[in-house]
């Protein structure tokens, strides 16, 4: 089965870290580009940062800009978000997008709490 698995997220005080994953499975993720995405309780998802095939190129969005890297280990098949000095207003459920032309994998998303 072809799919994004996402993992890392959970419940972590205002200022603290999580680092969340997003694995691949049944094909190669080197080849997609990945975006990190997030939906808060009653809003609508919002893309997060996105990283190109290669790794060059790397996008964040303005809340998270300073404190969130993207980063991808081909070898591993996984793309990864580091999220540091979190706050409340981070919170929600963060999903992983793989993208080349029209094949298009979205995972089941992981919870992000960020606590004040």
């Known amino acids: 089965q072809l799919q994004v698995v996402e993992s890392g997220g959970g419940l972590v005080q205002s200022g603290g870290s999580l680092r969340l994953s997003c694995s691949a499975s049944?094909?190669?993720?080197?080849?997609?580009?990945v975006g990190w995405f997030r939906q808060a309780p009653g809003k609508e998802r919002e893309g997060v940062s996105c990283i190109s095939k290669s790794g060059g190129r790397l996008m964040y969005a303005d809340p998270v800009k300073g404190r969130f890297t993207i980063s991808r280990d081909n070898a591993k098949n996984t793309v990864y978000l580091q999220m540091n000095s979190l706050k409340p207003e981070d919170t929600g459920v963060y999903y992983c997008?793989?993208?080349?032309?029209?094949?298009?994998?979205w995972g089941q998303g992981t919870q992000v709490t960020v606590s004040s």
């Open positions: 997008n793989a993208n080349l032309r029209q094949n298009d994998y």
């Open positions: 049944g094909f190669t993720l080197d080849y997609y580009a």
